[in-house]
């Protein structure tokens, strides 16, 4: 039997399981897809223990850093966000990558974007570092960072520089987010749903919106966005997009897609009761 895994902390509710273990079955592969605990300083010590069976893994809060630094092969895409959601074993080691960038990219896709020149991003965590690369490969070209605090930017900023985006960081407290999206092509949220309760009726005049956060559903942007109109992707499509790409890199087959997003909305209405 092969093994698998998504690592982080916590991580009893990560869906990862669901969708992966669908997608082996539907493979015809006696694979097993399991969660493990770990905080960012267990990272060397997990991989470094794991015996040939294991094929790879998927890496969430906080590993995603420690997993980059700890593999003998990096994507130039997982370079450039600075974190590696995917490790895969290889003969010589561990090969990571970002698929976070691939649930991007799908989420966006899904809805009808099909490139644009201007994008927003609201926050500059580890997510938005992944959105920059994805607006890179969506071919837009420029982007405004609307941030709380201007000094955690940086990481964001340098991402952007090495995928060739344009970045302009703007004080979140101070800046007309109204005007701001409204002049967007695509916006996409990062921060927590109780932070966007006052800014979601602006965020919503963006053509395009992609809210990475899926729970409690409907966040307060999902609502305002399905209220305006706009196209709405959530971070349900995005997890969903970027297990594919992992699925595909663990097996080297196609990922069963509809067979994963069945499983999904499955297991979501079996916890909604």
């Known amino acids: 039997m092969r093994r698998a895994a998504v690592i982080g902390s916590p991580i009893e509710h990560s869906l990862s399981p669901v969708l992966h273990n669908a997608a082996y079955a539907a493979l015809g592969l006696d694979w097993e897809y399991t969660r493990l605990e770990c905080a960012e300083a267990g990272v060397p010590a997990l991989v470094s223990s794991l015996g040939p069976e294991w ?3 998927s890496c969430t809060m906080p590993t995603k850093r420690a997993a980059l630094a700890v593999a003998s092969s990096v994507t130039d895409r997982a370079a450039a966000v600075g974190a590696a959601n995917t490790l895969v074993r290889t003969e ?9 960038v691939d649930g991007v990219v799908g989420a966006l896709r899904e809805q009808g974007f099909s490139g644009g020149s201007h994008g927003v991003v609201i926050g500059a965590g580890g997510t938005a570092t992944a959105v920059l690369a994805a607006f890179a490969e969506l071919g837009v070209k420029s982007v405004s960072l609307a941030v709380r605090d201007l000094s955690r930017a940086s990481e964001a900023v340098g991402t952007a520089a090495r995928v060739g985006v344009e970045v302009d960081v703007l004080d979140l407290s101070v800046v007309d987010l109204a005007v701001l999206a409204g002049a967007s092509d695509v916006l996409v949220s990062t921060v927590p749903a ?3 309760v006052p800014l979601a009726p602006a965020l919503a005049r ?8 899926y729970h409690p559903w409907p966040t307060p942007v999902a609502a305002a966005v399905q209220e305006s109109g706009a196209r709405l992707a959530t971070g349900l499509d995005m997890l969903l997009h970027q297990a594919f790409g992992q699925v595909e890199q663990f097996t080297g087959m196609p990922a069963p897609q509809d067979v994963m997003r069945e499983a999904l909305a499955a297991e979501l209405a079996r916890r909604d009761g």
């Open 55 to 57: 094929a790879g893994l």
């Open 92 to 100: 010589s080691g561990w090969h990571a990558d970002c698929t976070d």
């Open 194 to 196: 109780q932070a966007t």
């Open 206 to 213: 963006a053509p395009y919106v992609l809210d990475v956060i």
